[in-house]
């Protein structure tokens, strides 16, 4: 059972234009929220996190928004640049005992941006 | 500051073989884990060592994965016997803390069991 949640696979935008990703989550115990970039044959890489309390964060052209009674959050890349061309995923922390600090992954999102 | 280091990058051995891989952490941090990530899916968490204690190992198959991390810095995950399903890229992560704090990955060691 899939506890995070990213539902398209893939995104293409235009240079420039605004780049959405959107993740789901289904455990209500999750209470810090992440978001990595990954380029082919590296690591994942941090982006930009948001804890439960809040429910905008912002780090120049990267904003994650987080809607708790919806279970869901997104990541907004304005502008978006070619160079953020990579798989998004979506990551989720929270409960209690030895899984607190576990991060769960979603899938992914492979976006393209195109010039 | 130096990230987090891994070896091999690539390995390649036969089913019923067995494959160890290694883990240097960022300096400083205490929190250490190892990820599996499967071709087209999000990395799942295999163990996770607090200094050098295990704090979860829930989701590792013991009857073939072992992981230590002596010292509390290095790790290392070893797989004896692998399997085809096995194949995958090992993600080795630490952080500072393990509560609401961001994880940085290495590079990871593609594993291809054939």
């Given at each position: 059972?899939?506890q ?41 890489t ?44 979506c ?13 769960i ?9 195109k010039? | ?31 250490l884990?190892?990820y599996?990530q ?37 790790s ?15 993600l ?23």
């Amino acid at each position: 059972d899939q506890q995070v949640k990213q539902n398209s696979p893939s995104l293409s935008v235009q240079e420039g234009r605004i780049s959405i990703l959107n993740c789901d989550y289904t455990n209500s115990m999750f209470d810090y929220f992440l978001w990595y970039k990954k380029y082919p044959a590296e690591g994942p890489t941090f982006l930009i996190s948001i804890s439960s309390i809040k429910d905008k964060n912002e780090d120049g052209r990267f904003t994650v928004f987080l809607n708790k009674s919806a279970k869901h959050l997104s990541l907004h890349i304005v502008p978006s640049q070619p160079g953020d061309s990579a798989v998004y995923f979506c990551a989720a922390s929270g409960g209690y005992g030895g899984s607190q600090g576990n991060l769960i992954f979603g899938k992914g999102t492979k976006l393209s941006v195109k010039p | 500051e130096a990230g987090v280091a891994q070896s091999p990058r690539y390995k390649i051995i036969e089913k019923r073989q067995s494959v160890a891989f290694w883990c240097n952490p960022i300096s400083g941090h205490a929190t250490l884990y190892w990820y599996q990530q499967i071709l087209g899916q999000g990395p799942k968490l295999l163990i996770q060592f607090q200094n050098n204690g295990v704090v979860d190992d829930s989701q590792l198959p013991k009857d073939r994965f072992s992981a230590e991390r002596l010292k509390g810095v290095d790790s290392t995950l070893k797989i004896q016997p692998a399997k085809l399903e096995d194949s995958a890229v090992y993600l080795c992560a630490s952080s500072l803390g393990r509560l609401n704090t961001e994880a940085f990955f290495g590079q990871g060691t593609r594993l291809t069991v054939v």
